[in-house]
């Protein structure tokens, strides 16, 4: 039985400034707070319930979507959604003590069933070559052997570390040794790795402001103290860095495109901070998680490459270059770490499964992939110059768009007046999706924009469309 309670939920406010998909949210939970909805009732279908309330059914998708990554609902399949069976509900947060939104953790971030528009972290799934990576994995399959059918090794594949060392050394400049490589499954798993390996908790790490939300979240949760560094047209501002926090044992950064305003760390600044974390004996994680695609001229060398004294740990990911659904990425630490990391990493045991892994091994090393890559910057170089001019056409003085040197996104300013995080909703809502830029940081006032990945954005055209869409929308 559906609950009747699910019928005495507030009536939504159009006119707040809170987007509707929120409401909805705070509405269901404050209800199995107070116990009006208890465990295990049922509450009704999105389509149910946006047809009640007269709201789009992606809203109420979007709403029951983060209920359930918080654990306050379960989906039974046909049997419908319900309140967490065993669930023991805690009072609401104060009025002064906002909730913590989605899009502060990667866990929670609300990842659409099926690819939109302009949404971010997506490579172009339709360039991909699907037959050859087919073919390379029915291959695998045929000469699987006993032993492949075991565990993976904790830090990775042999030959996938082999391969991973030999692509960095040509393509970023990196110098290092196959032993130096530990595959993860993901950004996070690596930074689980080097905050395990590296940091107790307490320490205190830069973060660049505005910055990867998830990066806050991660460190959060390993009990570490993020503090906020600005940037400016030349990336992390050093000297800010070592004025507010000059005894961090670490500092987390994107050199290459400044992840998401994509400059560039300028040579002077990425000197300044080798030589601060050489000085305090800080550690330096590297993000690396789109260099490869540069459209203003040859990709930069990585950060790593100009490290001498071992202090920067290198983190990539093939995620943005081929596509995420393998869940693959690589770490690479100072050689003189490498036993500890060994230690943790058979500790933590969260490898990726040995067939990607085998499979991406034959990808690299037989040329694929870097084909693959002078095929993405090519596809990116247009696709970025398309998406710029059609949706500047369609915006006009409404929205700047700032087509960025290197990178997978553009971001859209806004004027201040903008509310970029209800835009996102409704766009949400019209099945967009879009970053607000004020949620990527922690200043009182932070400055209003979008970001809008151009990667499956096919034409001038489409996107002329989406701008005019987006237009009737502010």
Known sequence: MISDHADDLPPLAPNSAEPLYRQIYERFRNAIAEGTLKPGDRIPSARALAKEMGVARGTIEVAYSLLGAEGYIQTRGQAGTIVTPDLQPQPPAPASAPLVDAADDDHGWQRPARILPFQMGLPALDAFPRKLWARLG????????????????????????????????????????????????????????????????????????????????????ARLQAVAVPVDADGLIVSEGIARAGQARAAVVTPAHQSPLSMSLSLPRRQALLEWAERQQAWIV????????????????????????????????????????????????????????DRISRLLSGGAPGFTQAILSAFITEGHFGRHIQRMRRLYSERRDATAAGLSAALGASMHIEPQPGGMHLVARMDGKLSDRSLAARMLEQGMYAHPLSRWSSLPNPPSGLLLSFTNIASQEQAHELGLQIRALM
Request: aromatic residues 10%; charged residues 20%.
């Open 138 to 221: 029915a291959r695998q399959l045929r000469s699987l052997q006993a032993p492949d059918l075991s565990y993976p090794p904790a830090n990775g594949l042999a030959s996938l570390r082999t391969a991973v060392a030999a692509y960095l050394q040509v393509a970023r400049g990196i110098h290092c040794q196959p032993a130096q490589v530990f595959i993860t499954s993901g950004y996070n798993y690596s930074m689980q790795l080097i905050t395990q390996a590296l940091l107790e908790p307490g320490d205190r790490v830069w973060v660049e402001d505005p910055g990867y939300p998830p990066t806050r979240a991660l460190l959060a949760q």
């Open 286 to 341: 590297e993000d690396d998680y789109d260099g490869e695609y540069r459209y203003v001229s040859r990709p930069l060398p990585a950060l790593k490459s100009l490290d001498t004294q071992g202090r920067v740990l290198y983190a990539g990911s093939f995620s943005k270059v081929l596509f995420p659904g393998m869940r693959l990425a690589y770490l690479v630490v100072p050689d003189a770490q490498v036993p500890r990391f």
